[in-house]
C-alpha cells in the first residue's frame, strides 16, 4: 500500500506501518511543548502509544492467523493512527468461521487484559485506585505522578478492554458487525443477513450521532459518519458478490474495442475518450501481434489533454500495471481483484495466450447496474 512502510514479518505476515502513524508523535510532542510537560511526558506516553501499536498488531494477527486456519491467506497487516487492518485474500464463507475469524481480534486483547490483571493482583504493579477518578484527564495526571511501570500497567489495561469492548460494537466494519452478520446468516441468506446487519449498524451509528453531536463529541460525531457509510459499502459489496457468484469474465468480455498501438500518438486514444464512448485502453504491440504492452488510464489522458501533451508516443506513457485474465474466471474475483489492485481494463486471453477481448470497471458497474434493475 503506498505511504507504508514495512516494520516487521511475523508468520509469513508482512506489518505495514501508514506513515501517518508518525504524525501521532509529533502530535505528543505537540502537547508536550504547548502544555509545558516536560520530557518525561513525551517519553511516557510514545512508549504508551508503541505499546498499544503492539496490542492491535496482536490483534490483527487474531484474525488473520485465525483465517488461515480456513484456508484464507492474509496479504499484509496495515496500522494508521485510527486502528489496524488485516487485508484477508477473502473473507471465509462460511458463517461459523466468519464469526470465529471476527471474533479472535477482540479475544487477543480481553486475553491481554486479563494476563495484565493477574499480574496486576499478585505482584500489585498497576493502580487499581485510579479507576475511582472521575475523568480520563485527572487519571492520567494521577499515573503521570506515580511510577513509569504502573503507569503502563494500568493504562494498558484499561486500553485493552477499552479495544475489546469498542470492537465489539455490532456495527459494520467493526468486529461486532461482523459477528453479528455471521450469526444472522445462520438462518438467513448471506445478502439478507447482511442487509439487516447494515441497518442495526446504522440504527447504531445514528443513535451515537445524535448523542455525541448534542454532547459536542465533535470526533465521535465524525467517526459514527465513517460507520455509517462503510456499513452501506459492506452491504454493496455483498450484494454485488451474490449478483457477481455465476458469472463468469467469458460472459462479459468486449471482443470489439479501441486498439491502441505502441507507435500511436496520445491523441488517438483521448479522441476516442473525448467522445465520452471509452475510457481506459489497452496498448499492443502492433496491427500483427496482439501482444499487450501496457494500459492508459483516464486520469492520465486527461491531464495529458489539458497540458497539451496529445502528440505524444503511447510508448512513453503507457502503465505497465495490468495483468492478463481468462474467460473462466468467476467475475466476483475479478471484481475483487479489479477493487484491490486498482485496475481499470485488462485484457482477457484464452490458453495460448491469444487476445479475445477487454474486460473494464465500466463494463463491470454497467452490468451491475443492469442486473440490479431487473433485480435477480
Ligand atoms: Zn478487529
Known amino acids: 500500500m503506498s505511504g507504508s512502510m514495512k516494520v516487521a514479518k511475523m508468520f509469513g505476515i508482512p506489518v505495514f506501518v501508514h506513515w501517518s502513524f508518525l504524525l501521532l508523535f509529533f502530535w505528543i510532542a505537540y502537547l508536550t511543548i504547548s502544555m509545558g510537560l516536560g520530557l518525561k511526558f513525551f517519553f511516557w506516553y510514545s512508549a504508551l502509544f508503541l505499546a498499544i501499536f503492539i496490542c492491535v498488531v496482536f490483534h490483527e494477527f487474531g484474525h488473520a492467523l485465525t483465517a488461515r486456519r480456513y484456508g484464507v491467506q492474509t496479504r499484509d497487516i496495515i496500522l494508521s493512527p485510527i486502528g489496524g487492518i488485516a487485508r484477508l485474500e477473502k473473507?471465509?464463507?462460511?458463517?461459523?468461521?466468519?464469526?470465529?475469524?471476527?471474533?479472535?481480534?477482540?479475544?487477543?486483547?480481553?486475553?491481554?487484559?486479563?494476563?495484565?490483571?493477574?499480574?496486576?493482583?499478585?505482584?500489585?504493579?498497576?493502580?487499581?485506585?485510579?479507576?475511582?477518578?472521575?475523568?480520563?484527564?485527572?487519571?492520567?495526571?494521577?499515573?503521570?505522578?506515580?511510577?513509569?511501570?504502573?503507569?503502563?500497567?494500568?493504562?494498558?489495561?484499561?486500553?485493552?478492554?477499552?479495544?475489546?469492548?469498542?470492537?465489539?460494537?455490532?456495527?459494520?466494519?467493526m468486529d461486532g458487525g461482523r459477528i453479528l452478520r455471521s450469526l444472522l446468516a445462520i438462518p438467513l441468506k448471506r445478502v439478507r443477513a447482511t442487509q439487516v446487519a447494515v441497518f442495526i449498524a446504522q440504527i447504531i451509528a445514528g443513535l451515537i450521532f445524535i448523542w455525541a453531536i448534542s454532547n459536542g463529541e465533535i470526533i465521535l460525531g465524525l467517526i459514527t459518519v465513517f460507520v455509517f457509510f462503510a456499513a452501506r459499502q459492506e452491504n454493496r459489496i455483498v450484494r454485488f458478490d451474490a449478483l457477481l457468484e455465476n458469472k463468469y469474465v467469458r460472459d462479459l468480455v468486449q471482443p470489439s474495442f479501441t486498439r491502441i498501438y505502441k507507435f500511436d500518438m496520445v491523441q488517438e486514444a483521448t479522441s476516442r475518450l473525448k467522445m465520452g464512448i471509452e475510457r481506459n485502453f489497452l496498448v499492443l504491440e502492433s496491427s500483427e501481434e496482439d501482444t499487450v504492452l501496457g494500459v492508459l488510464h483516464e486520469p492520465y489522458l486527461v491531464e495529458a489533454i489539458k497540458k497539451n501533451e496529445e502528440f505524444t508516443p503511447v510508448a512513453n506513457s503507457l502503465s505497465q500495471r495490468f495483468e492478463t485474465v481468462r474467460p473462466e474466471m468467476n467475475l466476483k474475483d475479478l471484481f475483487h481483484l479489479m477493487r484491490k489492485e486498482g485496475y481499470t481494463i485488462l485484457p482477457v486471453v484464452d490458453d495460448q495466450n491469444q487476445l479475445l477481448g477487454k474486460v473494464d470497471m465500466q463494463g463491470l458497474n454497467n452490468f451491475l447496474t443492469t442486473q440490479q434493475k431487473l433485480g435477480s
Do not use: C, H, Y
Not at 458463517?95 to 487484559?113: D, S, T
Not at 485506585?129 to 484499561?158: A, C, H, I, Y
Open 91 to 173: 473473507l471465509p464463507e462460511k458463517p461459523i468461521q466468519e464469526f470465529l475469524v471476527a471474533l479472535a481480534g477482540p479475544l487477543v486483547n480481553i486475553g491481554i487484559f486479563l494476563v495484565l490483571l493477574s499480574i496486576q493482583l499478585v505482584f500489585g504493579v498497576g493502580d487499581m485506585q485510579v479507576w475511582t477518578e472521575p475523568d480520563f484527564k485527572s487519571m492520567m495526571n494521577v499515573l503521570l505522578r506515580g511510577s513509569f511501570v504502573t503507569f503502563m500497567f494500568t493504562t494498558l489495561l484499561g486500553l485493552n478492554l477499552g479495544l475489546a469492548v469498542f470492537n465489539l460494537i455490532p456495527a459494520f466494519p
